[in-house]
T-cell receptor, first 112, second 117 residues
Framework: SQKIEQNSEALNIQEGKTATLTCNYT??????LQWYRQDPGRGPVFLLL?????KEKRKERLKVTFDTTLKQSLFHITASQPADSATYLC???????????FGRGTSLIVHP | GAVVSQHPSRVICKSGTSVKIECRSL??????MFWYRQFPKQSLMLMAT?????????EQGVEKDKFLINHASLTLSTLTVTSAHPEDSSFYIC?????????????FGPGTRLTVL
């Protein structure tokens, strides 16, 4: 069965450092991979989408990589700030599906 | 970006009552909306896909008679939890796709926290 794995342990880092979150998947050939941010008691907020034929995408302090051979995506936040503390979800979507499947998310805590 | 609202944000009800949750796309028309449920520290689980003017498509294991979905207009979908029980307590989130964005991304509402006593 399709499986999306995100580290269930919280990632604690110091302000100013680069945070790197991992999303691994099995039994899946996604056409798109998305990253969302979710704050406690709130709905997810879309951050970035990367397509299967793209290796890397950037948006301001965010960078996403997509390795379809390793079946892995890495999500980087450079110069992290305490305001970046949240849970980050990855979501995979097949071509023509229009319905992404979400991972459980990884909590990021940036300490001042 | 596209804005999706939900109402109420929080509801507490007695067991056996019905609760209606509204989801609105505020600045775009959404022919399709999605309803998710999320338990603490769990991923979002899709419950159903709501299509304007037609019946909703429910995911396997979701009782359509318990979770009534109505998509009456291009900007409004409602989820009614009928005869709610404590095990229905959860965080319910709707989303809609904005046709204006090239990425065809889903935009989520802020969620509704349902607590059934």
């Amino acid at each position: 069965s399709q499986k999306i794995e995100q580290n269930s342990e919280a990632l604690n880092i110091q302000e100013g450092k680069t945070a790197t979150l991992t999303c691994n998947y099995t039994n899946y050939s996604p056409a798109y991979l998305q990253w969302y941010r979710q704050d406690p008691g709130r709905g997810p907020v879309f951050l970035l989408l990367i397509r299967e034929n793209e290796k890397e995408k950037r948006k301001e302090r965010l960078k996403v990589t997509f390795d379809t051979t390793l079946k892995q995506s890495l999500f980087h936040i450079t110069a992290s700030q305490p305001a970046d503390s949240a849970t980050y979800l990855c979501a995979l979507e097949s071509e023509g599906s229009y319905i992404p499947t979400f991972g459980r998310g990884t909590s990021l805590i940036v300490h001042p | 970006g596209a804005v999706v609202s939900q109402h109420p944000s929080r509801v507490i009800c007695k067991s056996g009552t019905s609760v209606k949750i509204e989801c609105r796309s505020l600045d775009f028309q959404a022919t399709t909306m999605f309803w998710y449920r999320q338990f603490p520290k769990q991923s979002l689980m899709l419950m159903a896909t709501s299509n304007e003017g037609s019946k909703a498509t429910y995911e396997q294991g979701v009782e359509k008679d318990k979770f009534l979905i109505n998509h009456a207009s291009l900007t409004l979908s409602t989820l009614t939890v009928t005869s709610a029980h404590p095990e229905d307590s959860s965080f319910y989130i709707c989303s809609a796709r904005s046709p204006r964005t090239s990425t065809d991304t889903q935009y989520f509402g802020p969620g509704t926290r349902l607590t059934v006593l």
